[in-house]
């Protein structure tokens, strides 16, 4: 399979590809640029909104509105009048961390990634915010937390740690919130680029955006086997997303690039699309505030 350019722009770090089912309408996110990008396959409609700090995740709300990560904090956005209401602060640092990938659980937990912006050594750590705002640090000693998704029946979560080229497999326990480690589901090859965002398909198998491998690879989690790759035509692939009738959505970055590397790959940065005949898993749940 090839992904075909659906948008050029010239994100740092396009991230956090995200589906809003109800509305028909694709987001994603420059987290450098603060930017929160959205496009309606509808009339071939875009828009983006800059946004006043660092900003890597999307989480859709029950009230309709829209969670965002920003460096610092935790807001709720509603798209249709621009207004922002900050939910909580997040821990006191000295600047150098930040949110990065983040999705809801099945029954409306919030799960963020923290990393260090330079020092990738088991600085960073994934937390669980819950529906009441109160935070627990559930993993620590992460490199770069990444993406994650649950299975079909809630009961599995897959997390990548992008710094150990791994994806790791948990099991779940929607009533607790709490992980029990499993198992490394599956085991990147450096040759391959670095697991980065991810989602899942109706047969559970992971579509998992490649940073430096130029594509999205399809892995089955439960045998470990490669079935299929996109193919993009720019080196750092992000994250990715089904929309309708089996368009995956692949967002891709410049940063990390040379200004050789930049020239030769004149589209990273944008967004993507291909067609894949697949039906997407469950994913973007919302989060459930009370």
Known sequence: MKATLLYECKDSI????????????????DINGGLLHTYSPDGDAYAAVRLPARVSTIVPMTDGRLLLSLQGRLIAYDLRTGEQEVL?????????????????????????????LSDHSE?????????????????????????????????????????????????????SGELSYEKPAL???????????????????????HWGGFGVCVWNPLSGELLDKVEVPVPNVASCTF????????????????????????????LFVASTGMSPGKNHYPFRRI
């Open 88 to 116: 909580r602060e997040l821990f006191p640092t000295d600047g150098m961390m930040r949110p990065n990938d983040g999705k809801a659980s099945p029954e409306g937990r919030l799960w963020l990634g923290m990393m260090h």
């Open 14 to 29: 396009g991230e956090a590809a995200t589906w809003l089912n109800d509305l028909g309408l694709f987001l994603w996110v």
């Open 123 to 175: 600085t960073g750590a994934l937390y669980r915010v819950d529906p009441d705002l109160s935070i627990h640090k559930m993993l620590d000693k992460q490199c770069i937390p990444n993406g994650i998704v649950w299975s079909e029946d809630g009961s599995r979560m897959y997390y990548v740690d992008s710094g150990r080229h791994v994806v790791e497999s948990y099991r779940y326990d929607m009533r």
């Open 187 to 209: 085991e990147i090859p450096e040759d391959m680029g670095v697991p980065d965002g991810m989602t899942i398909d109706a047969d559970g198998n992971l579509w998992i955006a």
């Open 243 to 270: 929309g309708r009738d089996g368009l995956l959505y692949i967002t891709t970055a410049m940063d990390g690039l040379s200004m050789r590397e930049r020239e030769a790959y004149p589209l990273s940065g944008s």
